[in-house]
């Protein structure tokens, strides 16, 4: 059964400073993966996704997440964090048979001053 | 382009009254899906549907939730009667195509709370 861990409920950085949300997943065959992103009092929005095309996926603003399939990882990164990427962050796998999409439980990205 | 549109964005009632919640696709997507979310947690599925059938509903807690999706545009969730472990946000997304493709697009939410 697919299942997908965000492994931190909370990550803060300084603004200016990289960006890690880490993202492992368990598949039973090569997964389709997605990272949406949540402003507060926002409609989710998507990032980002893996279709089993290139591993090193670009999105919007600046992000970007590798797949690598020996760690079953999907993790987000972005160089150089901003005041406004401040939101919560969620890791999706979509289950192939009937197409489900199966959310982690977020994590709330902090951004220092 | 507008978005997908819920309303209302905030309800409170009290426990046992009914509710219901609005949702407006964006134009031409048939897929509608209808979400629930706690606080900390993501999204959980409530029911999908494909034009006006309801193609996956098995999450949907048939005995006070029920939807509906009149001529596949706009659709509707109501709740009756509402528990205080109900109060939750109310997502509804869309996305153009028959399969889940994962690419959403989401309304802002109904935020409801129970007293």
């Known amino acids: 059964a697919q299942s997908v861990t965000q492994l931190d409920s909370h990550v803060s950085v300084s603004e200016g400073t990289p960006v890690l949300l880490r993202c492992n997943y368990s598949s039973s065959y090569s997964p389709s993966l997605f990272w949406y992103v949540q402003h507060p009092n926002k409609g989710l929005q998507l990032l980002l996704k893996y279709t089993s095309a290139a591993t090193l996926v670009k999105g919007i603003n600046g992000f970007e997440a590798e797949f690598k399939k020996s760690e079953t990882s999907f993790h987000l990164t972005k160089p150089s964090a901003h005041m406004s990427d401040a939101a919560e962050y969620f890791c999706?796998?979509?289950?192939?048979?009937?197409?489900?999409?199966?959310w982690g439980a977020g994590t709330k990205l902090i951004i220092k001053p | 382009e507008a978005g997908v549109v819920q309303s209302p964005r905030y309800k409170i009632i009290e426990k046992k009254q009914p509710v219901a919640f609005w949702c407006n696709p964006i134009s031409g997507h048939n897929t509608l899906y209808w979400y629930l979310q706690n606080l900390g947690q993501g999204p959980e599925l409530l029911i999908r549907y494909e034009n006006e059938e309801a193609v996956d509903d098995s999450q949907l807690p048939k005995d006070r939730f029920s939807a509906e999706r009149l001529k596949g545009v706009d659709s509707t969730l109501k709740i009756q009667p509402a528990e205080l472990g109900d109060s939750a946000v109310y997502l509804c997304?869309?996305?153009?195509?028959?399969?889940?493709?994962?690419?959403?697009?989401f309304g802002e939410g109904s935020r409801l709370t129970v007293l």
């Open positions: 997304a869309s996305t153009s195509g028959t399969a889940n493709t994962g690419e959403l697009f």
């Open positions: 999706v796998v979509r289950r192939g048979s009937n197409y489900q999409l199966i």
